[in-house]
Structures are given as C-alpha cells and as structure tokens.
C-alpha cells in the first residue's frame, strides 16, 4: 500500500483542477510553484505530475490565463 504526503494530495488536486479547467491561473501556477520549490526533494510522483502539466501547457491543451 502506497501513502501519499499531503503536499502530494495538494498537489494531485492542483492538477485534476487545472487539466478539469483546461487553464492555470497564475495565482495557481504560483501556489504550485512554491509547493515544488518548497520541497527539499519531490517524489516521482509529484515530478510526473509537474512535467505533465508544462507538457499540456506547451502542447497547447492548457492555457495559462491572468
């Protein structure tokens, strides 16, 4: 059985909101932001979850928006 740190579930529902929504605002893409940075080491998981989310962005099936 695998246990998820909470920053993780923050994380997780970032992402499920942000690919629902199909945007990043940039007040989330701080918090999400800070939430990385503020690690002194990410999961795998976390850094999956990131990738996919600058991959969507450059793909263009996220927009960022103001």
Do not use: C, N
Not at 16 to 29: H, K, N
Not at 38 to 63: N, P, T, V, Y
């Amino acid at each position: 059985m695998t246990s998820t740190s909470p920053s993780t579930s923050t994380l997780v529902s970032i992402a499920d909101q942000i690919f629902a929504d199909r945007r990043i605002t940039r007040p989330v893409q701080r918090d999400l932001m800070q939430l990385l940075l503020g690690k002194a080491q990410i999961s795998s998981q976390e850094k999956a979850l990131a990738q996919s989310i600058f991959d969507a962005i450059q793909q263009g099936r996220l927009r960022v928006v103001d």
